[in-house]
């Protein structure tokens, strides 16, 4: 059973006149436990599948299936509600709160959620542990360097123990060596049984993937 | 509840000098705005219950300051010549004098226990003051009035007559029975000629029903700002004399201790000086103390006397621009914390964190920054009036819909956040 499945997916901005059609027919399925990466050059239209299937944007055609259920999301509090229940994002500049130590912004993953501030605190710990990231707790994001940023927004994505992790450019912030490091973290996290979705430009992370799609002008060759 | 309680410690610690701003912003917004309405309520007052309701004519109650009020009772002659001042004062051609006060009428509950009347005949009953149950009798709203204030208030009966002569001696020989004319309202319970058995007057004694007022009947009394119907009152007769059995006849020592101040109201066309000139001139030629007119209506009106209809206006609008000022500043300060804020909101939602959790965190900032910005108005307010309950019940009236209003703009940014262009941002 596909894990994501979308049927004919189009997207388009502007007025019917000047109509940009970013994406025009996308068929794609990922399936449980699946690593698959999205290539294509800038302006393809990666971010916006990526964006469609985390409920982020809203697509303008097309039929979109998580676990076989239709989701037909009508504003942000539905998407909201979506992403609480099944979606972990991670973003290109890690999108880290500068008034939150380390450990606050990745217990801000658990704020929407009904936890005990002891459970809070013991789930974020193992989340920290499990990325290795124990020692920044209570340092705040300007004194981290950008692969520690990168994981701290991994373990915010992670602490809610999505179904799907969807990771826009992870390392694309980030340098070679940094990079590395976090494609690595995320290649253990698929190994236990993660299914990850990401978007890159890099070759090397495409390739440490199950699966490479690639996208041109809005279609998936 | 988590998310509200920590992004609402978070913003306010966060965003403290916007916090700040706002709080002094909208603190602005609530003293000028209670000014505005402090004022309009001078003007509403001034210019619909006064002239509307009282007239052309002015009502002013006389008094003396409490020294020279001693001095006359306390001196035989003095007291003596107050009688012939009081005569010079109801004769003057200047304005129409007549005596008035207060007046009370108790009745027993029956043998129930039971009330024997309505509640809205009670005194207090307008306020949400009615008498409970722990009171054996009902007391009802009543006033004493000379035989002049029949005539000032154009009364006339439906039913009935209007007092005689005589009705303003009390006589022993008939147990003090005492003539009232009833409200309208009292039609449904009693009839002409009825004698009810009352409670608490002294020396004992019945009343007995002589007429019904019109319904409608107006009637005024010191610091009201308006003519009042009499529908669900008693009118009593003031009594100028006490005729004894033996056929000895006494004055009302309280009519007469009393006789110019106290009791005297005046309704003239004139003003303020020119009434109190006139009562100085009648004082003085017989050696008397001082007898003051006041206007009706309290503070009220001495502050309508200072400040001109004119100048009214244009306070009123001064502070209109003032509050329109500080409305827009403040929702600028309030749009611009929110701007700051919306990559922050962006990184909730992406989190799973709902819009409408977002506006309620930002709602309840709001809240308590209205609610700490009426502390400055009602303290100044304090200081200058000495009562709180009116100003904290106005300064709300204002602050909660003034920070209402700023928020607008503020809520429709979040409207149109754009997640996608947000998330991409580099983190602030």
């Known amino acids: 059973m596909s894990m994501v499945r979308l049927e004919n997916i189009r997207r388009s901005y502007g007025a019917e006149s000047k109509k940009t059609e970013v994406l025009r027919g996308i068929d794609l399925r990922i399936e449980q436990g699946e690593m698959v990466a999205i290539q294509g050059k800038s302006g393809s239209g990666k971010t916006t599948l990526l964006n469609i299937i985390g409920g982020i944007d809203f697509p303008t055609e097309g039929r979109y299936f998580f676990n076989n259920t239709e989701i037909k999301l009508r504003n942000q509090n539905e998407a909201a509600l979506f992403r609480k229940k099944h979606i972990g994002v991670v973003v290109q500049h890690f999108a880290l709160l500068d008034d939150l130590t380390a450990f606050e912004n990745i217990a801000v993953g658990l704020w929407a959620e009904r936890v005990s501030a002891a459970d809070e605190k013991k789930r974020v710990y193992s989340m920290m542990e499990e990325i290795g990231i124990t020692d920044l707790a209570k340092q705040y994001p300007t004194t981290l360097s950008g692969g520690e940023k990168q994981r701290v927004a991994i373990a915010r994505a992670l602490i809610r123990n999505p179904e799907l992790i969807l990771a826009d450019e992870p390392t694309g912030a980030l340098d070679e060596a940094t990079g590395e490091k976090v494609v690595a973290l995320l290649k253990t996290l698929h190994e236990k049984g993660h299914t990850i979705f990401l978007v890159t430009h890099d070759a090397a992370v495409a390739k440490s993937c199950d699966r490479i799609v690639r996208i041109r002008d809005g279609v998936l060759e | ?428």
């Open chain 2, 1 to 428: 509840m988590k998310f509200l309680r920590k992004e609402f410690i978070r913003n306010l610690l966060t965003h403290w000098r916007y916090n700040l701003l706002i709080f002094f912003a909208l603190s602005v917004v609530v003293l000028i705005g209670y000014i505005v309405l402090f004022n309009l309520f001078i003007l509403q007052f001034k210019s619909v219950s006064y002239s509307s309701r009282f007239g052309d004519k002015n009502y002013y109650y006389l008094y003396m300051s409490e020294e020279d009020f001693n001095m006359m009772v306390e001196n035989a002659a003095l007291k003596k010549s107050g009688a012939e001042v009081k005569e010079q004062i109801f004769s003057s051609p200047l304005w129409d004098a007549y005596d008035y006060f207060g007046d009370a009428f108790f009745l027993d509950y029956d043998e129930n226990g039971n009330k024997q009347l309505p509640d809205i005949f009670e005194n207090g009953y307008e306020e949400g003051e009615t008498f409970n149950s722990s009171y054996p009798y009902q007391y009802f709203k009543a006033i004493a009035v000379s035989q002049e204030a029949i005539d000032i208030y154009d009364m006339s009966v439906s039913e009935g007559r209007l007092f005689s002569d005589e009705d303003y001696f009390l006589e022993e020989e008939h147990g003090y029975s005492t003539a009232v004319l009833l409200g309208s309202a009292y039609r449904d319970y009693f009839n002409v000629g009825d004698i009810i058995v009352g409670d608490g007057f002294n020396p004992e004694r019945n009343i007995t029903v002589v007429g019904f007022l019109e319904e409608g009947t107006l009637f005024g009394k010191v610091d009201c700002i308006e003519l009042f119907p009499l529908d669900r009152y008693i009118l009593f007769p003031i009594h100028n004399h006490e005729i004894k059995r033996d056929g000895s006849v006494t004055g009302n020592p309280w009519v007469e201790d009393y006789n110019v101040s106290h009791f005297t109201n005046i309704v003239s066309k004139h003003n303020n000086q020119t009434v109190q000139n006139e009562l100085d001139r009648i004082t003085n030629a017989y050696g008397f103390p001082a007898v003051m007119c006041k206007q009706w209506g309290g503070s009220q009106i001495e502050s309508t006397a200072i400040v001109s209809r004119r100048n009214v206006w244009l306070i009123t609008g001064l502070a209109v621009l003032l509050v329109s000022i500080a409305i827009v500043s403040m929702a600028f300060v309030l749009n611009k914390k929110t701007e700051k804020n919306m990559p922050t909101y962006a990184v909730y939602m992406l989190n799973g964190i709902r819009p409408r959790m977002i506006f309620l965190a930002i709602a309840s900032e709001a809240l308590l920054l209205s609610l700490l910005s009426v502390l400055p108005a009602i303290w100044i307010s304090f200081l200058q009036f000495g009562e709180l309950y009116t100003t904290i019940r106005y300064v709300f009236y204002i602050s909660v819909p003034v920070m209402i209003l700023s928020l607008i703009p503020a809520c429709r940014l979040i409207l149109k956040i754009n997640l996608d262009q947000l998330a991409r941002r580099k983190s602030e």
